[in-house]
Structure formats: C-alpha cells, structure tokens
C-alpha cells in the first residue's frame, strides 16, 4: 500500500504528524477557488539518534531535547476524515454515531489449529445450541474463527475476555470435533456497535467522513472493508472530477455533485447495519431456519443489491419519474441507473481474444458511454444509428466531442459491445470514436467487443442475459465507479448530452 501511494508524485506521507484542530470559515463556503478549510498540525521533529526510540514509543516530545513539536497550518478546500471508529475528525464536525451496541460479545482469533474438523480448510459455519462458529481459512496455514462468547442483558467487558475463554467457547460449538491451538497470531474480543453517522458531510460540502468514520457494525458479514472501501471509490472519483484543472465543471454543479455522497453511501450504512442486527442473530443463538436465512443474506453481502437514487449522476429513463417504477432489481443482471453495471464476457472485434467488461473498465476515473450497437450487419437502420451516434460524441460542438478527445487523458472513453457475425462487421468502416487514432500507437483495437462465441470460453450472450433487444440496441453511461449513470436508446443524443449537462460537464 505504501509503496503504491508513494509511486505517485504528488502524494507524499507525513510520518509524525497529527492534527489538533480543525476550522471551516463558513463565509467563504458557497465560493468556488476558496481555500475555507484550516488545518493545525503537529509535526515531531526527530534527530536522527533518537529516532527509533521516539518512533518505538509513540513519544511525541522528549525531555532531553532529541524531539521537538512544530505547528504548521495548512489552508485546502476538502478533508475527508478516514481515521476510524474513533475518527478525531467526526467528533471535530461533532457528528454523532447514531445506534446502539448488540447484547452480545464475540471472540475474534487467527491461527493455526490443530483439530479433527474434516472441513477445516473451508469458509463454513458450525451450529450449536451455544451459537455458531464463522470458519474462515487465511494464508499462512491460519484460519479465523468468529466465535459467540456470552449474550444477554449483563455483559463482560469485552476487555476483560479472556483469549481461553474464546477458545473454551469454540470448543463447546464445534464439539464433538477437537480443537487444539497451535499458534495464534492475533485475537481480540469485541461487543459490536452497529451505528450510523447522523452526516456524512458537513460545512456545504467541505468536511467528509468515510468508513468506519461514518458506520460501525459487526464483522461477520465481511462488509467492513467493502463497504468503506465503496465510501471511498464513491466519494474520490467525485473529488477528482470536482477538483481537476482540465474540464472544469459548471458553476454550482460541484457542490450538487458531491452532495450526492451522502445521498448515496448514507442509505446504504443504514440498509447495513439493518441487516448485520439479523445476521448477527443467526451467529448468537441457534436458529432452526439458519441455513435459509444465512442464503437471503447472500444477497447483500454480495454488494449486487445496491442501487443509488436519482440525482445529477443518476438519471431515470424516458418517462420514469420516480426509481420505483423501474420495479424490483435485486440480484437481476440487468441495466439498471443506480446499479453496477453487470459484469459480461465478450470477445474483441480485432482479434477475438476474450476479455470480461469489468477487467477492460480499468479504474482510470474516467466515464464511459458503452454502445450496445445490436446487429449491425443485419439491420441497416442500426447502422445508420451507429454513424450518426459516433458524430455526435466526436462534436466538439453539438455533441460530447471535447469529452471524448484527449486520447487516454480523455474524461470519457467510448466503448462498443455489437451482436453481429465478427466477419461481417469491419472495424476501420465503424466512426473513429470507436477506434480512435494515436501517432505514437495507431488504432485503438480495444475499444469494440462482439457478443461472440470465444474459442476457449463459450459464448458470453451478453445480450441474452442484459435482456437487450438486437435489433434496437441500448447506450449506457457507465460512472468512473463503474456504476450505471443513464441508460439510453442508441438515437437519444438528447438524453446523452442531459446526463453530462446535468453534472456540469457541459456548458451547454
């Protein structure tokens, strides 16, 4: 991780560094090139022979004088507050956690067992009428247990939980099974909070909270990371967009766009700990429907079933007013604005190697507008469609043009997905926005796919399993977080150039 952070030139890590205060000049909120946001650090000066000392003892002064503490004050436009459960800059913006802790306590353990169990190497859950064990393996010959220590009204304080009382606990449950401990690398005990930020964002959007900053739950459900690391994804592609010199966007749109932060990630916390209060259920007392409802929560822990509201990056198709009349998409593989676009395979036009749409879809914060072009070799007014559509996004005048140019620095990138036999259709006769000219590189092969047969993976049907029509075709604006941003008929340029107006992205 820090290496990765470090290969980047304009990311530098400040080591012995806190801040200690936080303030927001709220006259300068509603500007846009302000800098409202000022920040007190602390920075511990070390000399070099006493550094591993400081560095071992987390000693930010020290009498001798090997260390010194020096304020600094640094002036931004954002801060975003990624520091945990305990985050210093919630309790700053005096944001409140809102929930409650669970009646439970539970034990946490790595290590390597040595036990009798046949299915020790399998993620699996054990039942008992004590509870039920969460069986995880991990590198290094460990296995995790999550293992259900006491439950009712009078609790332990998780501090004063023994590590042989987790263990005596998982021996109960995973009786008449021996188990043994070889090693154990790490454990703890915890009684779960399952809280959400009363904000997400504060100060007009200027302050943000991100993770577990902003929601707390129990980690049987293995959401923990995911979901913060959604926060982020949501939140740092918005920033980006917000904060890049080059196409820069429209005056107001910054704030409507990052005010979409909370409106998406918020419901979400709160669908989360809403189903953790269930599934933590199933895992402290015994339940006779165990095996069903551990099946139902599948469904979210899959991540599948999240579909964002609308707003100014998701917009409802022609004549829906409101997301419930797009009906129920749980789990469904279909194109949905709100939802992440569905993972397909399909093969290359150029040379038929097969690729999976997510893998292409790098995460380069870029959009995407992926035209599911239909039979083009069929249907000559599919094609007609196709040439006008790829004039369109190449105008840098009419159309989404100065978008699309720039080569790989391009904000949005055009892709094509056709259903028609790979030997009828030629690449170089398709508009250039689809193969798009470099002088260093040539043709850019990669940008249109075939619903094919692949040579080595069968057929990906991707228009089969999206439910598009071949002989109308779809376009679909896919977001930098590979989230559905607008689905649309080939021919709706209007549409199209809405979806971009509407996040500032164009000016007219």
Known sequence: MQQNLLGHRNITIQYNTQPVDVNVDESLLHEDEVYPVEVLLVKTQVQ????????????????????????????????????????????????????????????????????????????????????????????????????????????????????????????KIISPYTLEVGSVSWWSAYRVGQRVGSHFSRHNERAFLVGDAVHTHSPKAGQGMNTSIQDAYNLGWKLRLVLQPHHKLASNASRRLLATYESERRPVAQDLISFDRGYLKLFAAPSSQFDTEFLQAMKFTTGLSIRYPPSCAVQLPNGAQTAEQLGPSLLKADLVPGKRLPDFQAVYQADGITTWIHKRLQATGCFRVIVFAGDLA?????????????????????????????????????????????????????????????????????????????????????????????????????????????????????????????LGMLSK
């Open 378 to 502: 069929a249907h000559q007014h599919l094609s007609t469609n196709v040439q006008k559509l790829g004039e369109y996004l190449a105008d840098p005048d009419n159309g989404l043009g100065h978008l699309t140019s720039g080569g790989e620095a391009a904000p949005l990138e055009v892709l094509m997905v056709h259903s028609a036999n790979r030997e009828k259709v030629e690449l170089l006769d398709l508009p250039e926005v689809f193969r798009p000219w470099s002088d260093s590189e040539g043709y850019d092969y990669w940008r249109v796919l075939a619903d094919a047969e692949s040579v080595h993976e069968g057929h990906g049907r991707v228009y089969e399993r999206l439910e598009i029509d071949p002989e109308k075709g779809r376009m679909v604006v896919v977001r930098p977080d590979g989230y559905i941003g607008a689905v649309l008929d080939v021919d709706d340029f209007e549409g199209a150039g809405k979806y971009f107006h509407e």
């Open 48 to 171: 070099p022979e006493a550094s591993l000392d400081i560095l071992e003892n987390s000693t930010p002064y020290t009498a001798n004088g090997a260390a010194k503490e020096v304020e600094e004050r640094i002036r931004t436009r954002y801060i975003v507050g990624c520091d945990g459960a305990h985050s210093w800059l919630r309790k700053q913006l005096q944001v409140q956690l809102e929930g409650d802790l669970t009646d439970s306590v539970f034990g946490v353990v790595d290590l390597i067992p040595k036990s009798n169990f046949p299915d020790l190497r399998r993620v699996c859950y054990l039942r008992a009428s004590t509870g039920t064990i969460l069986l995880v393996p991990r590198s290094n010959k460990e296995v995790r247990l999550y293992i259900p220590v006491e439950s009712g009204s009078s609790l332990s304080d998780p501090k004063d939980v023994t590590f042989d009382r987790i263990i005596d606990a998982a021996r």
